[in-house]
């Protein structure tokens, strides 16, 4: 699934700073979230009141989002941040605000399954539960899950504030927990995210040609972290890129090798486009649960013109 964020977060921001009439409530806690590349079937709605889920719905203080086996979803937050939940998962959104603040906290709990998330804030950490742990972070990425076996929680990105029941610890980009429970103590039970999503882009330095339309050939394949030695992890991958004019394929999945190859097809910007600085970065994660121990892929291109 593919997703430009340069056209899709300006017009989910403006969305939500829409203001509505709504009951005392609502005025306090207003929608702040809005689900979109909805695959598959999922619910959405108050927890005695779910409905089917549709591209463009709006999410407010204590929604429940949850998918089928076959569905996933994107949820965009007010403040930018977004998640994606995978299949078979269930979460409960929420918002807390004090009296007279225009800050609202967001509070996730993540009854079953799994999700990846890239959250910005920064004055006010967002908390989410979920299983065994709470956290506490802010301009971080991570992957959660809440299975039978335990908790796990890999950062990617940033730093994350991990409790449970009798320990704290602080975990950086590139560190994770597995099959955390309650009673673990947790500074123990740290290790490294062990596999990576590379990508690699032909050719490497593009060059615009007028405004002519450049063809890419992107290569995709789990590896492990450190080594690149290639790994056998057949999946759904989920791409995106930071530029507006370019199609990519609507859906990605690395073969029994652990790899897959894609075309992508990138024109010069707009000639009035005067904020484009010549690079674009293409980001792709694991789009299913169960990989937990693999680390995003991140390439980023520079263009030059003839």
């Known amino acids: 699934m593919v997703a430009h964020r340069r056209l899709i977060i300006p017009l989910i921001l403006f969305i939500l700073s829409i203001p509505l009439l709504e009951p005392c409530e609502a005025k306090s806690l207003p929608d702040f979230a809005i689900l979109t590349q909805i ?18 719905m709006l999410l407010r203080h204590r929604h429940r989002v949850k998918t089928d086996k076959d569905g996933k979803a994107t949820i965009f937050f007010k403040d930018g941040s977004e998640l994606r939940l995978f299949t078979d998962s269930e979460l409960i959104v929420g918002a807390k605000k004090r009296h ?16 990846w998330g890239h959250f910005v804030r920064e004055k006010n950490p967002i908390e989410i539960s979920g299983g065994t742990l709470r956290l506490q972070l802010s301009n971080a990425s991570i992957r959660y899950s809440s299975k039978k076996t335990g908790t796990d929680i890999s950062v990617l990105k940033g730093t994350v504030r991990v409790f449970n029941k009798i320990s704290f610890v602080k975990l950086h980009g590139g560190q994770r927990l597995y099959k955390i429970q309650k009673n673990d103590f947790m500074p123990q039970k740290v290790s490294i995210i062990p596999n990576q999503l590379k990508l690699s882009l032909e050719p490497s330095e593009p060059v615009f040609i007028g405004d002519k339309t450049i063809e890419l050939n992107l290569n995709l394949q789990v590896v492990r972290y450190g080594s690149d030695r290639a790994l056998e992890r057949p999946g759904p991958v989920h791409l995106w890129a930071n530029y507006y004019n370019l199609k990519m394929p609507d859906s990605i999945r690395l073969n029994t090798d652990g790899n897959a190859k ?40 520079k263009f030059r013109n003839l």
């Not at 079937?41 to 409905?51: Q, V």
């Open 262 to 301: 894609a075309k992508i097809k990138v024109a010069p910007p707009n000639s009035e486009d005067r904020t484009f600085g010549g690079s674009v970065i293409f980001h792709a994660i694991m789009d299913q649960k169960g990989f937990d121990d693999v680390r995003d892929g991140i390439f980023e291109v």
């Open 100 to 115: 007279n603040s225009r800050w609202m906290r967001y509070r996730l709990v993540l009854l079953s399954g799994s999700f």
């Open 39 to 56: 695959q598959g079937k999922i619910k959405a709605g108050t927890a005695k009141k779910m409905m089917e889920g549709t591209n463009g």
